[in-house]
């Protein structure tokens, strides 16, 4: 049984990106995947269908064709357009038409935070925003502008290089950033493994990459105590189970690098219901993935969901 905790902790995390990937699937095999998924014992870990904006007319195409398969199923969709008035002119047709799938995200691809501030006025009222954002010395610019708005950041963890993946302390300086400016966020990119590891690029070369529960566990401590950077480097640097209890009242965190210190050892390092709740709720709001069953194997083999020899099949397969 999976602890209470670590349910609440990655409750619709993972929205489902199959289109996007390099590898990517076709329109009707990431259909029937998500809704694979979404029928399983699995589904409360499952989130959004995630496709790009030119790819609406396919997707309702396919759903027209598999309509007596999928006809009782319902869709919460984010759309991925370009920061434009003339995307948002292209979109609002869909908004007006949704019956079997809502559009309850829009992700808005990176451009100048110059290009951010025009749009805020026109954006539709019911669907969660999130603003792709560099992490790089332009990042104040675009947290100046979204701060205060009812927009979140997406920022990226991966990428076919090494240097697509940030390094903890630049990770860590983000966190404690927009928790001071409660400024939500969502990450994309090579989020696959749990916890810390070394991971094999495309290109052959290796890299150390960040897990997607370590970003969760130190987006909660940041947004939910106030951490220091320095703290949440300690926990995005957790490469294995043996610092971390998920119980049914709260996660506990015994890093051998946390501080010293009485009140960050056994105040911060303890992760209670409502905390994993709020932050997961308002502040740390999941990410994208262009794969589902690789997090839950990963889980599985970790141990964290049960018994890795009893994880379901789809859980192998695309």
């Known amino acids: 049984m999976t602890a209470p905790s670590l349910r609440l902790l990655l409750s619709t995390l993972i929205d489902y990106a199959g289109l996007l990937s390099s590898t990517s699937l076709g329109m009707a095999a990431a259909i029937t995947a998500y809704e694979r998924y979404s029928d399983s014992s699995h589904r409360w870990m499952l989130g959004r269908f995630v496709l790009c904006l030119s790819q609406l007319s396919q997707f309702e195409n396919c759903l027209d064709e598999l309509e007596q398969q999928y006809a009782a199923a319902f869709w919460p969709l984010s759309v991925i357009l370009e920061p434009s008035a003339q995307a948002l002119e292209n979109l609002a047709p869909w908004l007006k038409k949704q019956n079997r799938f809502t559009i309850s995200a829009l992700e808005f691809k990176l451009a100048g935070a110059d ?83 070394w991971q094999l690029l495309p290109d052959g070369n290796s890299v150390e990459m960040h897990g997607f529960l370590n970003i969760a566990l130190a987006a909660a401590f940041a947004y939910g105590y106030g951490a220091t950077a320095s703290d949440i480097t300690t926990i995005l640097q957790i490469n294995t189970l043996d610092d971390l209890i998920f119980s049914a009242q709260e996660i506990i965190c015994h890093s051998p690098l946390w501080s010293p210190e009485p009140e960050l050892s056994n ?5 209670p219901l409502e905390i994993l709740a709020n932050v997961r709720s308002r502040y740390f709001l999941g990410i994208n993935a262009n794969s589902f069953q690789e997090p839950l194997a990963n889980l599985y083999r970790l141990g964290l969901l049960g018994n890795a020899l009893g994880v379901p099949s789809y859980a192998f397969s695309s």
């Not at 290089?161 to 860590?172: G, Y």
């Not at 105040?267 to 992760?271: N, S, Y």
Request: glycine residues 8%.
């Open 267 to 271: 105040v911060a390092g303890h992760l």
């Open 115 to 197: 290009a951010i501030a025009p749009l805020l006025p026109h954006l539709p009222p019911h669907s969660d925003l999130f603003f792709e954002v560099p992490l790089d010395a332009t990042l104040p610019d675009y947290l100046a502008v979204l701060q205060g708005s009812r927009a979140a950041i997406k920022v990226r963890m991966g990428g076919p290089t090494a240097a697509d993946c940030p390094s903890i302390d630049t990770l860590a300086h983000l966190l404690v950033t927009c928790a001071n400016g409660q400024i939500p966020l969502k990450a994309t990119g090579g989020l696959h493994q749990p916890l810390r590891s």
